[in-house]
C-alpha cells in the first residue's frame, strides 16, 4: 500500500497536474481508446524503400493520403510542422501513410520535398489496391469513411498495443465529445487538439517507464 502511494505521489499526480493545466483544449486525463487493436498494415503490402513497416510496439500516425498526394502536399506539410517536428525525436514515433499503388512516385516525391525543412526517417508509405485499402479502412470502424480515391484528409492516432485513440465518452467538465481523427486541412485542430492528444499519450508511456524503473528499485 505505501509502495503504491509513493508512486502515486511521485509519477502520477504530477503527470495528472501536468496534462490538466498545460492542456488548454483537451478535457480527458487520458485519451480514451475509439477502437481496440486494430490490424496491423498488411505485411504483403509493398513499402516504398522495401523495408517492413508495422503498427506494433510503436505510437503511429496514421493516414490515408489516396490518388492525390502532391495536390494535397499542404496537408502534410502541416501535419509534419504541427505534429512530427515536435515529436520525432521519440524513438518510438512514426507517421504511417497508406496509399493506392501507383502513388509511388508521388510519395518519393512529397519526402524529397519534406527532407528539405526535416529528418523524413521517421516517415513510411505501404502501397495497395484501392479496395484492399478500403477493406482495411472498415475494420478500424470508424464514423468517417473514405472517399472514391481511398483517402481521407483525417489522420489516426494509434498506440503501441494498435488501439486507435482519440476522444469519446465525457470530459472532465461533463461535457459529452468524440474525435476519432484529426483534419489535416486545419492548422489550428492539429495544434489545439491533436498536439494535446499526442503529448497525453507520450506522457502515458513516460510514465510507464518510469513506474517501471522505480519498481526495479524498490
Known sequence: MKKNIVLFVLFILPIVAYLFFASGVNSFITLPTITPNIPD???????????????????????????????NSGNFFTLNQKIYNKYHEFKDFQMVFVAPDGTQEQAQKLLKELGKI????????????????????????????????????????????????????????????????????????????MMDDVK????????????NNADRKI
Open 200 to 211: 497525453i499519450i507520450l506522457a502515458e508511456y513516460r510514465l510507464a517507464l518510469k513506474r
Open 118 to 193: 526535416t529528418n523524413v526517417s521517421g516517415y513510411h508509405f505501404v502501397f495497395a489496391k484501392p479496395e484492399a485499402i478500403q477493406n482495411y479502412f472498415s475494420q478500424l470502424k470508424l464514423l468517417g469513411k473514405l472517399d472514391n480515391h481511398a483517402g481521407t484528409p483525417n489522420v489516426y492516432i494509434v498506440d503501441k498495443k494498435r488501439n486507435l485513440r482519440g476522444r469519446k465518452g465525457k470530459s472532465v467538465q461533463g461535457d459529452a465529445e468524440y474525435k476519432e481523427g484529426y483534419n489535416t486541412t486545419s492548422a489550428s485542430e492539429l495544434h489545439n487538439h
Open 41 to 71: 498494415v498488411n505485411q504483403q503490402w509493398q513499402s516504398l524503400d522495401g523495408k517492413e513497416v508495422t503498427l506494433d510496439k510503436k505510437i503511429t500516425i496514421l493516414g490515408f493520403p489516396g490518388q492525390d498526394i502532391m495536390t
